[in-house]
């Protein structure tokens, strides 16, 4: 067989080849496989999704618990400071 009838013969058995799996894609039967996997994709989905939302909020309470210790800590780690007592001296303009 020369290299244009084996070319050839390709050719024609990918047309053949394409054009039943087309027909096997568009049947009734394989709608219904695309229909069920779509519809688990989407549970899927929802189920991630709902997981997400889930460690945002903890996420968020967990940033909000976070700022309320450093801000306590902050406030117990400031210095006390206290103004050094007046004395009052006498003198002659306080006297006067």
Known sequence: MTSLGKGALIFF???LFGTAGIK???????KKAYTHCTAAALRAKKSVMETVTKVQEN??????EAKQINLEREENEKPVV????????ATEENEI
């Open 59 to 64: 996420a968020e309470d967990i940033y909000a």
């Open 24 to 30: 096997a894609l568009s049947s009734r039967d394989a």
């Open 13 to 15: 058995g990918g047309v």
């Open 82 to 89: 206290t103004e050094p007592e007046k004395t009052v001296e």
